[in-house]
């Protein structure tokens, strides 16, 4: 999943690779995710942003929707 994070208020869904986790877990483009693992947009500097996007298998994230509803990742070895 490749995040976009030019919107002030949420991260944007950019890209979710067809068959990966976020696929699965039902991410879409376009969607907002609030909080990454209870951080707020605002608290991901682009370091940290590229380090989630490109996790180590295994690597576990909680991501609360703009709606509200929560979602789980486990990162695996994709590409």
Do not use: C, Y
């Amino acid at each position: 999943m490749v995040l976009d994070k030019s919107s002030t208020d949420a991260f944007t869904v950019a890209f979710v690779s067809p068959n990966s986790p976020a696929e699965r877990a039902g991410f879409k483009k376009g969607e907002k995710i609030a909080l990454i693992d209870g951080k707020p947009l605002a608290a991901w500097p682009v370091e940290q942003t590229i380090a989630f996007q490109m996790a180590e298998a295994g690597t576990a994230h909680t991501l609360k929707m703009l709606d509200g509803t929560v979602r789980q990742i486990t990162a695996v070895d994709f590409f």
